[in-house]
Structure formats: structure tokens, C-alpha cells
């Protein structure tokens, strides 16, 4: 196995260059000497070795579930990068509070907690989605 000290791809071919970088190719390594931090992915563009931001991880569980709860979503999404995410959930928590406090729409209060409801679960999977990705586990 060989990894690419660039882009981290592994490739199992004996070549003098990386393949996806064009770098001269890093050394031979077993997966068993790879540090803990490391994990090696697959993805469609191929096998990679990322290191794992466990911090950046809990930064954005803890802000996709803790504000979630008093209506403001999207931050955890900003957090992971995905921005245009987080800039339609947080539109989202704005036309919740311009309704609840200005009331165009005349949503009753059954209404708004729904939406609000739905919202926070459907950016609650979207981030454990996004976090399962990043660790290697899920389809990105």
C-alpha cells in the first residue's frame, strides 16, 4: 500500500507518482501503522486517509442539537463547511421567528411548533448524516 504524503490517496499500485496529485509517491505503510487519528476511507474518487477531527465533530453535534432545541438551526452545518446548508436552515429559523413574533402567515401555535419540529430533525439527521460521511461510515 501506498500513500501519498499531498492528498493522503492510497493506492495499491507500485507507481513513482500519486495518481490523483501527480506528487512523487510517499512510502509503503500496513494499515496496522497508520496513528489511531488516521482512518482510511473509501470514497468514489478513491482510497484516502483523512485525519479525524474529533473536536470539530462535537462542535457540530453540540450546535446542530443544543440551539435546535430553542429554534435557531443550521449552525452545526456551518461548522462542518456545509454552508449553503446551514444558510437555508437558518433562513428557516428566521421565517420562524419573524412568524411567531410578527405573525404575517397567521400560523397558529400548533402550526409553528410542527414546523419547527420537522425542521429540527430534519437537520438533526442531515448533520449525523454528514458527520457518518466524514468518518467513513455512510455515502457522503
Not at 449553503?84 to 428566521?94: D, Q
Request: charged share 15%; glycine share 10%.
Amino acid at each position: 500500500m501506498h500513500i501519498c504524503t499531498e492528498c493522503g490517496h492510497v493506492s495499491e499500485e507500485d507507481m513513482n507518482f500519486c495518481p490523483r496529485c501527480g506528487s512523487k509517491k510517499g512510502t509503503n505503510l500496513d494499515e496496522g501503522q497508520i496513528p489511531p487519528q488516521f482512518k482510511v476511507v473509501q470514497r468514489p474518487t478513491g482510497t484516502v486517509i483523512v485525519k479525524l477531527n474529533v473536536m470539530k465533530l462535537r462542535a457540530a453535534l453540540f450546535l446542530a442539537l443544543l440551539p435546535g432545541i430553542v429554534d435557531v438551526f443550521g449552525l452545526g452545518h456551518l461548522v462542518m463547511g456545509k454552508y449553503l446548508r446551514g444558510i437555508l436552515f437558518l433562513s428557516c429559523s428566521a421565517f420562524y421567528y419573524y412568524e411567531k413574533y410578527i405573525g404575517y402567515f397567521g400560523l397558529s401555535y400548533w402550526q409553528l411548533f410542527g414546523f419547527s419540529m420537522a425542521i429540527f430533525v430534519i437537520q438533526t439527521l442531515d448533520i449525523f448524516r454528514i458527520i457518518r460521511a466524514e468518518v467513513g461510515i455512510g455515502s457522503p
